[in-house]
């Protein structure tokens, strides 16, 4: 089941939406990815279905947003930035990790935990986000005895997240700070469009940003990982290289008036844009 769609306006300073296949130096895309657009509006309103905690794996009570449209307000310009980035060998968690500490030098006295890295980023964009939620009829919560009446999907979909969206969207709240691209990039601001436009003001009648990451697939891991309650997570983990998260096919970004098509709704369900 889906929701009505919801369009949120997003800008910041700067945005870097990395390539892939720039191994060291980050190079962003020229506009924001799909992928980097679901973690906008996660930010905000979060409720995963597939849950890694063994305790609560078997719940599949919650939804999935489907980013339809991209609307490019503003393009942004590449912007070259040299900065220092810190390295570690390990997480503290597994063990001592010294690339925490910006002062720490190796014994000649070297800093060893600094790198200068260039990055071409964005600098001021803005972005419109239109999405759907769906809430999936797999695995409802299961109904104990004097539980009242289970929620349907249309109700969930319509009105409780729906509106919880809303309601959080228009007083700024989010789980945490929303940001474009990379973590350090953080959105300026937000709001929601109630009526999106069918033409962005002044943009182009035709305008090709070429391929972009879509999104990851993740059913090679919750497949590996099992839905039973309490059974805990099989060895291997993200190692195992036959059960990581696939690359979904990119997204051959062509803008019509400013609006780029990820995905369309057929027949109740959403249908990714070849």
């Not at 919650?62 to 449209?69: A, E, H, K, M």
């Not at 919880?164 to 474009?180: D, E, H, K």
Request: with cysteine; aromatic share 10%.
């Amino acid at each position: 089941m889906l929701s009505d769609p919801i369009c949120l306006r997003v800008k910041g300073p700067f945005a870097c939406f990395t390539r892939p296949e720039f191994h060291v130096e980050r190079v962003s895309y020229p506009v924001i990815t799909p992928s980097a657009a679901r973690g906008i509006l996660e930010a905000i309103l979060m409720k995963p279905i597939e849950k890694p905690e063994a305790a609560q794996r078997h719940d599949k009570f919650g939804f999935r947003w489907q980013v339809l449209r991209i609307g490019v307000v503003k393009k942004g310009t590449l912007f070259p930035l040299l900065r220092n980035e810190l390295g570690y060998e390990q997480h503290p968690a597994y063990g001592n990790a010294t690339g925490y500490d910006i002062n720490a030098t190796s014994p000649k006295g070297r800093l060893k935990n600094r790198a200068q890295r260039h990055s071409l980023i964005l600098r001021d964009v803005e972005y419109l986000i239109e999405a759907v939620i769906e809430v999936s009829g797999i695995g409802h919560r299961v109904r104990r005895a004097n539980d009242g009446k289970r929620l349907s999907e249309e109700f969930l979909a319509r009105n409780k997240y729906h509106h919880m969206f809303l309601r959080r969207a228009r007083a700024g709240q989010c789980c945490y700070q929303p940001f474009l691209g990379c973590r350090e990039f953080s959105a300026s601001e937000w709001d929601l469009v109630e009526t999106p436009p069918d033409r962005i003001p002044g943009a182009q009648e035709e305008d090709d940003f070429g391929l972009l990451f879509r999104d990851f697939d993740f059913d090679n891991v919750w497949k590996h990982w099992g839905h039973e309650e309490g059974v805990p997570r099989p060895p291997g983990g993200w190692a195992d290289h036959d059960h990581r998260p696939v690359p979904r096919r990119p997204l051959h970004a062509k803008a019509a008036c400013g609006w780029i098509t990820v995905a369309s709704i057929l027949g109740g369900r959403v249908v990714p844009t070849p």
